[in-house]
């Protein structure tokens, strides 16, 4: 089965990027911002009265990719795995990064079989919902 058959699939493209780009707080307006083809986003840096251009440059350096595209922004890393041991196709969400809770609700994700290893989250008291019944 490919990703493109898995329920909940993400739908980026270059022009959600530079959506995303653009609605950030990077303040870069969309008229800097162009789509190039099916995979390239270009940034077209300005100077301004505050800052040099090699000040621009190296501000969008470091927070272009802090830019959250799509999903939840404390999640670093996931990984759709696919274990087929048992004879039938099941999928595993593995996530790295912070929010459990976020993740439960995301749509597809079966909160009754979440596992996490940080105990902080799943024993908050912050949050009404039941815990988990493993921590692994």
């Not at 929010?99 to 079966?110: D, E, Q």
Request: hydrophobic content about 35%.
């Amino acid at each position: 089965m490919s990703a493109a058959n898995v329920p909940g699939t993400l739908q980026v493209n270059a022009e959600t990027v530079r959506y995303s780009i653009c609605t950030s707080k990077l303040r870069v307006k969309p008229g800097d911002v162009a789509v190039h083809g099916e995979a390239v986003v270009c940034v077209t840096p300005r100077e301004n009265s505050k800052s040099s251009m090699y000040y621009v440059l190296q501000f969008l350096k470091e927070d272009l990719p802090k830019v959250v595209v799509q999903g939840i922004p404390e999640v670093s890393r996931a990984v759709i795995h696919i274990d087929e041991q048992s004879g039938k196709e099941k999928f595993k969400l593995l996530v790295e990064g912070d929010n459990l809770w976020a993740v439960m609700a995301t749509h597809g994700v079966k909160g009754t079989q979440t596992t996490s290893n940080n105990t902080y989250e799943v024993t908050s008291p912050l949050h009404p919902q039941p815990i988990p019944s493993s921590v692994s």
